[in-house]
């Protein structure tokens, strides 16, 4: 159980329903065995789960690599899902190429849809206008926009085969688009965690005693310019573990807790979400 969650959530910043971070206290912490994905689409791997831990010498090292791997293409199945809505909602056939501008469309859709976990995948016309309405903020659009594109180059290089001629139209396969959308999944999570470490900068400037906490009233009161807005209620921050409430006159968030709490996952689909990593490792959480 441990080795999996610290692979998922160190390599890709995927935290699986179940495998939650203990200061997540609405997630009941489950076996392997018993969690939703493995339970619904992988019975082999649960059926051997169990009988390792019915035997005495449990797994070996290289079985919990190959499970590892099939559990991580069985969350990347989703995307490709994901991606074929994308073509359908910019109203191309997964059949034909894209042209650079075409694949451009489409890249920018399928992360706008992923990060809001899939809301707005059967109306093409609201999707069409909060993509545009997503990529005209170039505050949030331009650090997305060079991380697809360092993606796509990354892929271009390795592939050795999508190279773009900007004179020609339908450059890219559905198994091309894929290559790059595969990418920026398994990408997206430690790249994203940049701006967890900036939250956690911002907080730790608050923490004047150096004692991993802040006080809930500066917690509300921050006013430091930043693009965070600290406004959870005591109620939510003690739901999932992220409030001290030793001194009860005055409170404080748990500042580790609070960052890869599921107040800061996105992307949450139906058996895991892209969260924060906490850089301490699982077990140091509070």
């Known amino acids: 159980r441990h080795l999996v969650h610290t ?5 890709r910043g995927w935290i699986l329903r179940g495998l939650e971070y203990h200061g997540m206290r609405r997630a009941s912490s489950k076996a392997l065995h018993e969690v939703g994905l493995v339970q619904h689409q992988a019975p082999r791997i649960r059926r051997a789960l169990l009988e390792a ?7 070996a090292l290289k079985e919990v690599v190959a499970y590892i791997a099939a559990l991580e293409q069985l969350l990347l199945a989703d995307f490709v899902g994901l991606l074929e809505m994308t073509y359908k909602l910019n109203d191309f056939d997964t059949s034909s190429k894209l042209s650079e501008d075409q694949l451009q469309s489409v890249l920018a859709s399928f992360v706008i849809l992923f990060r809001d976990g899939f809301r707005d995948k059967d109306n093409a016309t609201v999707h069409i206008l909060k993509r ?3 990529m005209n903020n170039t505050e949030t659009w331009d650090p997305i926009s060079t991380f697809i594109s360092d993606v796509f180059e990354t892929v271009q290089d390795e592939r050795g085969k999508l190279v773009a001629n900007p004179f020609r139209e339908g450059q890219y396969t559905f198994e091309d688009v894929w290559a790059i959308v595969q990418a920026i999944s398994e990408r997206y999570g430690r790249w994203q965690n940049a701006e967890c470490d900036e939250m956690t900068g911002v907080l730790s ?3 004047h005693r150096r004692s991993g906490r802040v006080s809930v009233r500066d917690f509300w009161n921050h006013q430091g310019g930043s693009k965070f807005n600290f406004v959870e209620s005591l109620s939510y921050l003690r739901e999932f573990g992220a409030l001290d409430e030793s001194f009860p006159k005055d409170p404080k968030v748990i500042i580790s807790n609070y960052v890869t709490g599921p107040n800061n996952c996105i992307a ?19």
């Open 7 to 11: 692979y998922l959530v160190g390599e």
């Open 53 to 59: 831990k019915q035997s005495e010498n449990g797994l």
């Open 132 to 134: 545009q309405k997503t």
């Open 205 to 207: 400037a608050m923490d």
């Open 268 to 286: 949450m689909f139906r058996h895991y979400s892209f969260c924060c990593i906490n850089s301490c490792g699982s077990l140091t959480t509070q």
